[in-house]
Protein backbone atom coordinates (compact mmCIF):
# COMPACT_ATOMS: atom_id res chain seq x y z
CA UNK A 1 0.00 0.00 0.00
CA UNK A 2 2.97 2.53 0.73
CA UNK A 3 3.00 4.94 -2.30
CA UNK A 4 -0.61 3.72 -3.52
CA UNK A 5 -2.89 6.62 -3.75
CA UNK A 6 -5.32 6.87 -1.45
CA UNK A 7 -7.71 9.72 -1.98
CA UNK A 8 -9.00 11.39 -5.29
CA UNK A 9 -10.63 14.91 -5.01
CA UNK A 10 -14.16 15.53 -7.72
CA UNK A 11 -11.87 16.46 -10.21
CA UNK A 12 -9.24 13.74 -9.91
CA UNK A 13 -9.04 11.69 -13.28
CA UNK A 14 -11.09 8.81 -13.80
CA UNK A 15 -8.59 6.42 -13.89
CA UNK A 16 -7.38 6.82 -10.35
CA UNK A 17 -10.96 7.23 -9.11
CA UNK A 18 -11.57 3.88 -10.90
CA UNK A 19 -8.03 2.78 -8.98
CA UNK A 20 -9.02 3.37 -6.06
CA UNK A 21 -12.62 2.16 -6.18
CA UNK A 22 -11.91 -1.07 -6.91
CA UNK A 23 -9.29 -1.27 -4.31
CA UNK A 24 -12.38 -0.86 -2.10
CA UNK A 25 -14.76 -2.81 -3.75
CA UNK A 26 -11.86 -5.97 -3.02
CA UNK A 27 -12.70 -4.96 0.89
CA UNK A 28 -15.50 -7.89 1.81
CA UNK A 29 -16.99 -5.79 4.44
CA UNK A 30 -16.93 -2.65 2.01
CA UNK A 31 -18.40 -4.76 -0.78
CA UNK A 32 -21.20 -6.27 1.76
CA UNK A 33 -22.36 -2.50 2.71
CA UNK A 34 -22.30 -1.47 -0.52
CA UNK A 35 -24.64 -4.66 -1.60
CA UNK A 36 -27.19 -4.27 1.18
CA UNK A 37 -27.69 -0.47 0.57
CA UNK A 38 -28.20 -1.30 -2.72
CA UNK A 39 -30.70 -3.80 -2.36
CA UNK A 40 -32.18 -2.51 0.72
CA UNK A 41 -31.49 1.07 0.73
CA UNK A 42 -34.78 3.62 -0.27
CA UNK A 43 -35.16 4.30 -4.35
CA UNK A 44 -37.44 7.28 -4.02
CA UNK A 45 -38.70 8.22 -7.42
CA UNK A 46 -35.59 6.89 -8.93
CA UNK A 47 -32.30 4.41 -8.26
CA UNK A 48 -30.30 4.95 -5.52
CA UNK A 49 -26.69 6.03 -6.35
CA UNK A 50 -25.83 3.43 -3.81
CA UNK A 51 -28.17 0.88 -6.45
CA UNK A 52 -26.07 1.80 -9.86
CA UNK A 53 -22.46 2.17 -8.04
CA UNK A 54 -22.73 -1.31 -6.98
CA UNK A 55 -24.16 -1.94 -10.23
CA UNK A 56 -21.24 -0.03 -12.03
CA UNK A 57 -18.40 -2.31 -9.90
CA UNK A 58 -20.23 -5.40 -10.93
CA UNK A 59 -20.82 -5.06 -14.19
CA UNK A 60 -16.86 -4.37 -14.67
CA UNK A 61 -16.37 -7.22 -12.53
CA UNK A 62 -18.56 -10.04 -14.74
CA UNK A 63 -17.34 -8.48 -17.69
CA UNK A 64 -13.74 -9.34 -16.57
CA UNK A 65 -15.10 -12.98 -16.19
CA UNK A 66 -16.33 -12.54 -19.68
CA UNK A 67 -19.99 -12.82 -19.46
CA UNK A 68 -22.47 -11.00 -21.81
CA UNK A 69 -24.07 -7.56 -21.66
CA UNK A 70 -27.29 -9.92 -21.09
CA UNK A 71 -26.41 -12.40 -18.14
CA UNK A 72 -24.25 -9.05 -16.58
CA UNK A 73 -28.05 -7.66 -16.86
CA UNK A 74 -30.14 -10.58 -15.49
CA UNK A 75 -27.00 -11.39 -12.85
CA UNK A 76 -27.27 -7.67 -11.22
CA UNK A 77 -30.73 -7.60 -11.72
CA UNK A 78 -31.43 -10.86 -9.01
CA UNK A 79 -28.66 -9.73 -6.81
CA UNK A 80 -30.38 -5.91 -6.03
CA UNK A 81 -33.51 -5.98 -8.18
CA UNK A 82 -32.09 -3.39 -10.54
CA UNK A 83 -32.31 -3.99 -14.36
CA UNK A 84 -29.26 -1.73 -16.21
CA UNK A 85 -31.15 -0.50 -19.23
CA UNK A 86 -29.63 -2.03 -22.35
CA UNK A 87 -28.18 1.31 -23.54
CA UNK A 88 -26.00 1.81 -20.00
CA UNK A 89 -24.53 -1.12 -19.79
CA UNK A 90 -22.18 -0.92 -22.94
CA UNK A 91 -21.78 3.41 -21.92
CA UNK A 92 -20.00 1.92 -18.83
CA UNK A 93 -18.24 -0.73 -19.91
CA UNK A 94 -16.60 0.50 -23.10
CA UNK A 95 -15.26 3.21 -20.83
CA UNK A 96 -17.25 6.38 -22.40
CA UNK A 97 -18.73 7.38 -19.38
CA UNK A 98 -19.01 6.48 -15.37
CA UNK A 99 -20.41 6.85 -12.40
CA UNK A 100 -17.11 8.18 -10.62
CA UNK A 101 -17.37 11.44 -12.57
CA UNK A 102 -18.77 13.73 -9.84
CA UNK A 103 -17.81 11.67 -6.87
CA UNK A 104 -14.47 11.93 -4.39
CA UNK A 105 -13.16 8.77 -3.62
CA UNK A 106 -11.34 7.58 -1.34
CA UNK A 107 -9.14 3.90 0.40
CA UNK A 108 -11.98 2.94 3.19
CA UNK A 109 -9.28 1.52 4.98
CA UNK A 110 -7.36 4.80 5.73
CA UNK A 111 -7.30 5.65 9.56
CA UNK A 112 -9.30 9.29 8.77
CA UNK A 113 -12.33 7.16 8.00
CA UNK A 114 -12.89 6.13 11.48
CA UNK A 115 -11.66 9.00 12.78
CA UNK A 116 -13.99 11.51 10.60
CA UNK A 117 -17.27 8.86 11.27
CA UNK A 118 -16.79 9.00 15.26
CA UNK A 119 -16.62 12.80 15.22
CA UNK A 120 -19.88 13.04 12.76
CA UNK A 121 -21.71 10.65 15.09
CA UNK A 122 -20.65 12.28 18.29
CA UNK A 123 -21.31 15.49 17.52
CA UNK A 124 -22.52 16.05 14.34
CA UNK A 125 -25.70 14.90 11.88
CA UNK A 126 -26.43 14.24 8.14
CA UNK A 127 -29.00 15.62 6.01
CA UNK A 128 -29.67 14.44 2.47
CA UNK A 129 -30.47 16.56 -0.60
CA UNK A 130 -33.33 15.93 -3.48
CA UNK A 131 -33.16 16.69 -6.95
CA UNK A 132 -36.80 16.22 -8.40
CA UNK A 133 -37.11 12.66 -6.15
CA UNK A 134 -33.44 11.56 -6.68
CA UNK A 135 -31.19 11.79 -4.58
CA UNK A 136 -28.81 14.20 -5.78
CA UNK A 137 -26.39 14.77 -2.75
CA UNK A 138 -25.55 14.54 1.23
CA UNK A 139 -24.47 16.62 3.82
CA UNK A 140 -22.09 16.09 6.99
CA UNK A 141 -22.09 18.23 9.53
CA UNK A 142 -19.59 18.31 12.36
CA UNK A 143 -19.99 21.02 15.41
CA UNK A 144 -17.42 22.03 18.30
CA UNK A 145 -16.57 24.60 19.98
CA UNK A 146 -12.72 23.89 20.45
CA UNK A 147 -10.88 25.43 17.09
CA UNK A 148 -8.06 22.73 17.42
CA UNK A 149 -10.62 19.57 17.32
CA UNK A 150 -12.12 21.43 14.36
CA UNK A 151 -8.59 21.69 12.34
CA UNK A 152 -8.22 18.34 13.21
CA UNK A 153 -11.33 16.93 11.89
CA UNK A 154 -10.84 19.46 8.45
CA UNK A 155 -7.13 17.84 8.17
CA UNK A 156 -8.84 14.10 8.20
CA UNK A 157 -11.44 15.07 5.53
CA UNK A 158 -8.83 16.59 3.36
CA UNK A 159 -6.38 13.68 3.40
CA UNK A 160 -9.49 12.01 2.11
CA UNK A 161 -10.09 14.06 -0.59
CA UNK A 162 -13.01 16.01 1.00
CA UNK A 163 -13.67 19.84 0.25
CA UNK A 164 -14.85 20.81 3.48
CA UNK A 165 -17.04 24.24 4.92
CA UNK A 166 -17.15 26.30 7.85
CA UNK A 167 -18.66 28.84 9.11
CA UNK A 168 -18.78 30.48 13.24
CA UNK A 169 -22.11 31.18 14.92
CA UNK A 170 -23.07 31.83 18.45
CA UNK A 171 -19.52 30.22 20.01
CA UNK A 172 -19.83 27.27 17.97
CA UNK A 173 -17.72 25.71 14.81
CA UNK A 174 -19.99 24.38 12.06
CA UNK A 175 -18.03 22.45 9.46
CA UNK A 176 -20.23 20.97 6.15
CA UNK A 177 -18.29 18.29 4.25
CA UNK A 178 -20.39 16.54 1.60
CA UNK A 179 -19.82 12.75 0.00
CA UNK A 180 -21.49 10.02 -1.41
CA UNK A 181 -19.14 7.26 -0.26
CA UNK A 182 -18.95 8.52 3.43
CA UNK A 183 -22.44 8.82 4.14
CA UNK A 184 -22.71 4.99 2.89
CA UNK A 185 -20.37 4.16 5.99
CA UNK A 186 -21.85 6.23 8.37
CA UNK A 187 -25.50 4.65 7.76
CA UNK A 188 -24.02 1.16 8.24
CA UNK A 189 -20.93 2.19 10.19
CA UNK A 190 -21.80 -0.46 13.24
CA UNK A 191 -20.95 -3.17 9.85
CA UNK A 192 -18.32 -1.72 8.43
CA UNK A 193 -16.48 -0.62 11.46
CA UNK A 194 -16.30 -3.77 13.51
CA UNK A 195 -14.86 -5.57 10.60
CA UNK A 196 -12.48 -2.47 9.61
CA UNK A 197 -8.82 -2.78 10.04
CA UNK A 198 -7.80 -2.01 13.62
CA UNK A 199 -5.78 1.23 13.12
CA UNK A 200 -9.43 2.36 11.71
CA UNK A 201 -11.58 1.16 14.62
CA UNK A 202 -8.80 3.10 17.06
CA UNK A 203 -9.80 6.38 15.26
CA UNK A 204 -13.36 5.58 15.21
CA UNK A 205 -13.10 5.39 19.19
CA UNK A 206 -10.69 8.38 19.53
CA UNK A 207 -13.53 10.06 17.51
CA UNK A 208 -16.32 8.94 19.70
CA UNK A 209 -14.89 9.91 22.86
CA UNK A 210 -13.62 13.42 21.65
CA UNK A 211 -17.26 14.27 20.72
CA UNK A 212 -19.37 12.32 23.76
CA UNK A 213 -16.68 10.75 26.05
CA UNK A 214 -15.27 12.08 28.66
CA UNK A 215 -11.19 11.21 29.84
CA UNK A 216 -10.43 12.07 33.86
CA UNK A 217 -10.73 10.41 36.67
CA UNK A 218 -13.07 7.88 34.86
CA UNK A 219 -12.98 7.23 31.65
CA UNK A 220 -16.53 7.12 30.02
CA UNK A 221 -18.60 6.79 26.68
CA UNK A 222 -22.10 8.21 27.36
CA UNK A 223 -25.07 8.50 24.35
CA UNK A 224 -28.56 8.09 24.04
CA UNK A 225 -28.32 5.89 20.83
CA UNK A 226 -28.52 2.09 22.28
CA UNK A 227 -26.25 1.31 18.73
CA UNK A 228 -23.77 3.41 19.39
CA UNK A 229 -23.38 1.88 22.98
CA UNK A 230 -23.58 -1.72 21.57
CA UNK A 231 -20.74 -0.94 18.96
CA UNK A 232 -18.38 0.75 20.99
CA UNK A 233 -18.99 -2.38 23.91
CA UNK A 234 -18.31 -4.69 21.11
CA UNK A 235 -14.95 -3.06 19.97
CA UNK A 236 -13.67 -2.46 23.31
CA UNK A 237 -14.26 -6.01 23.69
CA UNK A 238 -12.34 -7.26 20.76
CA UNK A 239 -9.45 -5.29 21.96
CA UNK A 240 -9.37 -6.44 25.55
CA UNK A 241 -10.25 -3.62 27.01
CA UNK A 242 -12.75 -4.56 30.33
CA UNK A 243 -15.46 -2.12 30.88
CA UNK A 244 -19.32 -1.97 31.93
CA UNK A 245 -22.07 -0.93 30.52
CA UNK A 246 -24.61 1.37 32.91
CA UNK A 247 -27.96 2.27 31.91
CA UNK A 248 -30.37 3.44 30.15
CA UNK A 249 -30.30 6.23 32.79
CA UNK A 250 -34.01 7.90 32.76
CA UNK A 251 -34.41 11.61 30.99
CA UNK A 252 -33.66 14.73 32.60
CA UNK A 253 -36.20 16.59 30.83
CA UNK A 254 -39.11 16.56 28.63
CA UNK A 255 -38.29 15.52 25.29
CA UNK A 256 -35.17 13.79 26.15
CA UNK A 257 -34.07 10.33 25.47
CA UNK A 258 -32.43 7.81 27.57
CA UNK A 259 -28.99 7.81 28.13
CA UNK A 260 -26.84 5.11 28.08
CA UNK A 261 -22.67 4.73 29.60
CA UNK A 262 -19.55 2.78 29.05
CA UNK A 263 -17.26 2.98 31.37
CA UNK A 264 -13.98 1.78 31.36
CA UNK A 265 -12.17 -0.74 33.90
CA UNK A 266 -9.33 0.96 36.14
CA UNK A 267 -7.10 -1.75 34.99
CA UNK A 268 -7.80 -1.28 31.47
CA UNK A 269 -7.11 2.46 31.61
CA UNK A 270 -3.44 2.68 30.40
CA UNK A 271 -4.11 0.24 27.72
CA UNK A 272 -7.13 2.32 26.12
CA UNK A 273 -5.27 5.07 26.18
CA UNK A 274 -2.32 3.78 24.77
CA UNK A 275 -4.67 2.58 21.73
CA UNK A 276 -6.64 5.68 20.99
CA UNK A 277 -3.80 8.11 21.47
CA UNK A 278 -5.98 9.90 24.09
CA UNK A 279 -3.68 10.05 26.76
CA UNK A 280 -1.53 12.77 24.70
CA UNK A 281 -4.96 14.33 22.85
CA UNK A 282 -5.46 18.37 24.65
CA UNK A 283 -9.14 17.34 24.43
CA UNK A 284 -9.52 14.66 27.06
CA UNK A 285 -9.09 16.78 30.45
Avoid at 154 to 170: C, D, M, P, T, W
Avoid at 189 to 203: G, S
Avoid at 216 to 242: A, W, Y
Wanted: contains cysteine; positive net charge.
Amino acid sequence: MDGEPIAAPRNAPLELKLKIMLRNWSYPEFREILYKEARDGEDHKYSSIYKRLYAYLRALELRGQDLSYNKIRETIKDEIGFTLSSSVLPYWLTGQGTLLTRMTVFDVHQPEVGFVLGLILSDGHERQRYCKGRLCGVELMFYNKDEVLIEEFKEANYKLGISVYQRFEHGVWTVRATSTLLYLLLKRYDEFILRAPVDVQLTFLKGLWLGDGHVGRNIQFCNTDPKHIKTVSVLLRMHGIEHTVEGPYSPSGRGKKPMCCVYVRGRSRGSFLKLTGLAESPFHA
